[in-house]
């Protein structure tokens, strides 16, 4: 089982559309990230959130931290076709390592 | 901006080979990993390193190994390859170790026959 629990695993939309990914766990995290993965490329970092019920905007995405800090989402109003990749929400636990989660596979059709 | 570069995109070997793959960051950074990428199943941790000739096991070790002679140098090694080890392999490195921004490279995809 993961440590992390993404959902959906898979999401597919037309352009102009708002969608949220979600991120749930029942460990606490000192902080959460968020990575976007393009195809024959590696994650690269969109966001970290440190405080509980943090929010942070990146454009159209909006990221929140849970009050507990054991979630997160990813809300991003009106996708366009460059939004499409894979999301990764990765977890920082008390110590050192990260946690990633399975990911979310984003497609949005033009 | 950092760039991590690893030594193939693509890679495919037969079974009982010795494996080599090799990764480089020219950030200074103290910090390198090796993550294993599986449809449905995430980036697993399989080694990662925090100084020169340091290493730490990660969630997945088993038959891997990993080497460090160089800071911006960090090496996973499949001792004998096998079919469950197809994977798509990433390497990443950071400044800081935990909360800090790990930057990744491209990946290498390998394919044991």
């Known amino acids: 089982t993961q440590l992390l629990e993404q959902s959906p695993q898979f999401l597919s939309i037309q352009e102009g559309e708002n969608l949220t990914v979600y991120c749930n766990s029942s460990?606490?995290?000192?902080?959460l990230q968020w990575y976007r993965q393009e195809p024959g490329e590696g994650p690269v970092l969109l966001v970290t959130?440190?405080?509980?019920?943090e929010v942070k905007k990146l454009k159209r995405l909006t990221f929140q931290f849970g009050d507990a800090r054991k979630d997160s989402s990813l809300h991003i109003t009106a996708a366009q076709p460059g939004d499409t990749g894979l999301y990764l929400c990765?977890?920082?636990?008390?110590?050192?390592?990260?946690?990633f989660g399975a990911g979310t596979i984003l497609r949005v059709k033009s | 901006d950092v760039k991590v570069t690893q030594s193939s995109r693509y890679l495919v070997k037969r079974t009982g080979e010795k494996v080599f793959l090799e990764c480089v960051q020219d950030?200074?950074?103290?910090?390198m990993f090796w993550y294993r990428q599986d449809p449905g199943l995430g980036l697993r941790l399989i080694y990662f390193?925090?100084?020169?000739?340091?290493?730490e096991k990660g969630d997945i070790p088993e038959g891997y190994s990993v080497s460090r002679e160089k800071k911006e140098r960090f090496s996973l090694i499949l001792e004998s390859a096998s079919t469950n080890q197809t994977s798509m392999y990433l390497c990443?490195?950071?400044?800081?170790?935990?909360?800090?921004?790990?930057?990744f490279g491209p990946g290498t995809r390998l394919t044991v026959l």
């Open positions: 390193s925090y100084d020169v000739k340091m290493k």
């Open positions: 460990s606490v995290f000192s902080s």
């Open positions: 959130v440190v405080t509980g019920g």
């Open positions: 990443a490195s950071s400044l800081l170790v935990g909360t800090d921004t790990q930057y």
């Open positions: 990765a977890g920082a636990l008390y110590g050192n390592k990260l946690v």
């Open positions: 950030m200074d950074h103290e910090n």
